[in-house]
């Protein structure tokens, strides 16, 4: 047997996007610019490492077909990656799906919410991709940390004089970063906050000058800007092709966070960001890594080779190749304070990608798709600031065996891009509903919008899929685990709150009370319920074993709606049932903290009078049995009490005071 959370209002919405509210908070304290500079940390620092390993990689698979390396190669990989930053980045995420805000928030779910409210329900399938995306996101979060950190610290092979005396404490660095960044996230990041925005923007200015100075020594590079060198690529080189867009698909992981900080940031600053420092640093450096190779092809073609036949010699798998062109064509006197910084910017990177899934989480947990866990604010001031202790260690617990089980950040990037191409695959669907039911454009022009971005986001999962068995399968388990428990845990409340419907209704049961009544002491008592028709459990236990009513009885339901924050004059709602039953109605959007005490606090100007001193708040905690009639399979009813077993409690969640609630529990078959 389990207990299931108190019995408490359930949302009954969906929606999402990292949490909003910052932007005000941001104008008030230095306006445009502040929120401009804090975009470029928080918005574009996964994208912003991408260079360590995005053309790395590309060129790698170039080598390792066997054939001699040309600077046909070259072009064309360049130009892959600049057009994908054009096409995916710039065409979709800037121009097309910023402007797809639900009241000013982004991301995965708030997509979905407002494809939902195109359509006018909720169906299957939109459920299905939402969640779907929703759960990829956390394979980001999984992986994103693990290959940023590990493609920095390995910049210290390129370093002169630690070579070789680095190489076995790359491993051990990488995990003492990654152990402490997860271990100060209880500590909130209010202070490191503050040096996010300009750290990365001198990151990017450090990345474009690099680039630029291999520009200008070798300027025939400038002509893999040509789509014409792109095209000519996948022409010539058939499969390879397929195989060196997976790791082109690096270059624009991290895209998806101009819409999820969206409601944190503005669209204007996230627009002008990447237009005037992040889109040209990234171009530059790619052109000037694209460049630097150019002028090293001998040499290189010659090292693999050299490198390939001693792993032939002693039978080994796979040939190591020391190569990093983003270190290697900096000047080696700046080699160490450039690996500190691309180390500072992968931080930074990771931190962005953790507090984003501690926001998911907490959307996810009001929307109903997971069960409650505990949420802590780390400051008073910025509501996108939270912690959630399970999600932190469980991800640092992932991060960890991912670092370990690969060991480099070569063999982490087979498992990166399916992630990331699967969850973009799933907006471009929910673009696609947006365009043509809710901004009401023909179904054809929809089409011919969204065709290209499917085209190609398509033939990057397909190019991804291909390194299923390399560990692209890490982030497909996890997500269709993260699908199924969302699944189960929706399934199991919706049939848990139909079991609940069949309880007295609460209008029979006063009418019943009125020819009968009960004694009654003073003060005044809160039962919390999910639906506001029906006569809570604790209430018919109260009444069973305590045989009282209290003076004052408030029935309060909480609910979440399809808005990323509720209207001022939407929040409380205070309904006469009788004259001494108030049914109050609290109303939170899905990226709000349900905090109880303080909306009933404002609820008195609405005319509800109590003193927080004599009023207890009695929940009803129902233990859950497994029926083989649930219309549940039984691993699914015992999955879903394991996770109503574990769920943090109400009183907590709600932000009760504990010495003001009283549970009581009965049994329930699910």
């Known amino acids: 047997?389990?207990?299931?959370?108190?019995?408490?209002?359930?949302?009954?919405?969906?929606?999402?996007?990292?949490?909003?509210?910052?932007?005000?908070?941001?104008?008030?304290?230095?306006?445009?610019?502040?929120?401009?500079?804090?975009?470029?940390?928080?918005?574009?620092?996964?994208i912003g490492t991408s260079p360590l390993y995005a053309f790395k990689e590309s060129f790698i698979h170039v080598l390792q077909d066997g054939t001699r390396a040309t600077s046909n190669e070259v072009f064309g990989i360049v130009s892959l990656i600049f057009w994908s930053l054009m096409i995916v980045v710039t065409l979709k995420y800037v121009v097309i799906v910023l402007q797809m805000d639900n009241k000013g928030e982004g991301g995965t779910l708030s997509l979905m919410a407002l494809a939902q409210r195109a359509?006018?329900?909720?169906?299957?399938?939109?459920?299905?991709?939402?969640?779907?995306?929703?759960?990829?996101?956390?394979?980001?979060?999984?992986?994103?940390?693990?290959?940023?950190?590990?493609?920095?610290?390995e910049g210290l092979k390129v370093v002169p004089g630690?070579?070789?005396?680095?190489?076995?404490?790359?491993?051990?660095?990488?995990?003492?970063?990654?152990?402490?960044?997860?271990?100060?996230?209880s500590r909130g990041t209010g202070v490191m906050g503050r040096f996010f925005g300009p750290i990365t923007a001198f990151w990017f200015v450090t990345m474009g000058l690099l680039g630029a100075l291999q520009i200008a020594a070798n300027p025939a590079i400038l002509q893999a800007l040509n789509p014409i060198h792109a095209v000519s690529f996948m022409v010539d080189h058939g499969f390879l092709t397929f195989v060196v867009l997976g790791s082109v698909f690096l270059a624009v992981t991290g895209a998806e966070a101009l819409y999820a900080d969206m409601g944190h940031f503005g669209r204007r600053p996230i627009r002008l960001a990447w237009v005037g420092l992040v889109?040209?640093?990234?171009?530059?450096?790619?052109?000037?890594?694209?460049?630097?190779?150019?002028?090293?092809?001998?040499?290189?073609?010659?090292?693999?080779?050299?490198?390939?036949?001693?792993a032939r010699a002693v039978g080994a798998n796979s040939v190591v190749f020391n190569f990093s062109p983003f270190f290697e064509m900096a000047p080696e006197i700046i080699r160490l304070?450039?690996?500190?910084?691309?180390?500072?910017?992968?931080?930074?990177?990771?931190?962005?990608?953790?507090?984003?899934?501690?926001?998911?989480?907490?959307?996810?947990?009001?929307?109903?798709?997971?069960?409650?866990?505990?949420?802590?604010?780390?400051?008073?001031?910025?509501?996108?600031?939270?912690?959630?202790?399970?999600?932190?260690?469980?991800?640092?617990?992932?991060?960890?065996?991912?670092?370990?089980?690969?060991?480099?950040?070569?063999?982490?990037?087979?498992?990166?891009?399916?992630?990331?191409?699967g969850e973009m695959l799933m907006s471009t669907i929910m673009v696609f509903i947006v365009l043509w039911k809710l901004w009401k454009r023909p179904?054809?022009?929809?089409?011919?919008?969204?065709?290209?971005?499917?085209?190609?986001?398509?033939?990057?999962?397909?190019?991804?899929?291909?390194?299923?068995?390399?560990?692209?399968?890490?982030?497909?388990?996890?997500?269709?685990?993260?699908?199924?428990?969302?699944?189960?845990?929706?399934?199991?409340?919706?049939?848990?709150?139909e079991t609940v419907r069949?309880?007295?209704?609460?209008?029979?049961?006063?009418?019943?009370?009125?020819?009968?009544?009960?004694?009654?002491?003073?003060?005044?008592?809160?039962?919390?319920?999910g639906d506001p028709d029906v006569a809570p459990a604790a209430l018919m236990h109260n009444l069973k074993h305590n045989q009282v009513l209290h003076?004052?009885?408030?029935?309060?339901?909480?609910?979440?709606?399809?808005?990323?924050?509720?209207?001022?004059?939407?929040?409380?709602?205070?309904?006469?049932?009788?004259?001494?039953?108030?049914?109050?109605?609290?109303?939170?959007?899905?990226?709000?903290?349900?905090?109880?005490?303080?909306a009933l606090t404002e609820a008195r100007k609405h005319g509800l009078k109590f003193d927080i001193m004599k009023t207890s708040f009695f929940l009803s905690r129902r233990t859950i049995v497994p029926s083989e009639k649930s219309g549940m399979p039984l691993w699914q009813d015992h999955l879903f009490i394991f996770l109503a077993r574990n769920a943090t409690n109400a009183t907590d969640f709600f932000h009760i005071p504990s010495g003001r609630a009283v549970e009581l529990g009965n049994q329930v078959m699910v």
Request: hydrophobic share 50%.
């Open 551 to 598: 003076e004052q009885i408030i029935i309060l339901t909480v609910k979440t709606v399809n808005a990323p924050r509720a209207p001022e004059n939407e929040r409380v709602k205070v309904e006469d049932f009788l004259p001494d039953v108030k049914r109050v109605t609290l109303t939170f959007g899905f990226m709000e903290t349900p905090n109880v005490v303080k």
């Open 119 to 153: 359509l006018g329900r909720r169906t299957p399938l939109l459920f299905l991709v939402g969640v779907a995306g929703a759960s990829l996101f956390y394979g980001d979060a999984l992986i994103t940390p693990a290959i940023s950190v590990l493609s920095a610290v």
């Open 337 to 421: 304070p450039l690996v500190v910084l691309a180390t500072a910017a992968t931080v930074i990177a990771s931190q962005a990608v953790i507090s984003g899934a501690f926001s998911l989480t907490q959307q996810a947990i009001q929307l109903g798709l997971l069960p409650r866990m505990e949420i802590r604010r780390t400051s008073e001031t910025q509501a996108g600031q939270i912690y959630i202790p399970q999600i932190n260690w469980l991800l640092l617990a992932g991060v960890l065996i991912l670092t370990l089980g690969f060991g480099s950040s070569t063999r982490l990037a087979a498992a990166y891009g399916i992630a990331i191409t």
């Open 502 to 529: 069949r309880d007295e209704p609460l209008a029979k049961l006063f009418e019943t009370l009125s020819h009968h009544p009960p004694h009654r002491v003073r003060g005044a008592a809160i039962f919390l319920t």
């Open 1 to 46: 047997m389990a207990q299931a959370p108190a019995e408490a209002p359930q949302p009954n919405a969906s929606g999402s996007g990292r949490p909003g509210g910052g932007r005000a908070r941001a104008i008030a304290h230095g306006g445009f610019w502040t929120l401009l500079i804090g975009s470029i940390g928080v918005v574009y620092g996964d």
């Open 162 to 185: 630690l070579e070789e005396p680095i190489e076995p404490f790359i491993l051990p660095i990488a995990i003492g970063i990654l152990v402490g960044l997860f271990a100060i996230q």
């Open 279 to 310: 889109l040209p640093a990234l171009t530059l450096n790619y052109l000037g890594q694209g460049a630097f190779v150019l002028g090293q092809l001998d040499a290189l073609n010659i090292e693999y080779a050299l490198a390939r036949d001693a």
């Open 443 to 497: 179904l054809a022009l929809a089409l011919v919008i969204v065709a290209p971005f499917a085209v190609i986001e398509s033939i990057f999962l397909a190019s991804n899929l291909q390194r299923v068995w390399n560990g692209g399968f890490v982030p497909i388990l996890l997500a269709m685990g993260l699908v199924v428990l969302m699944w189960t845990w929706v399934r199991g409340t919706r049939l848990l709150a």
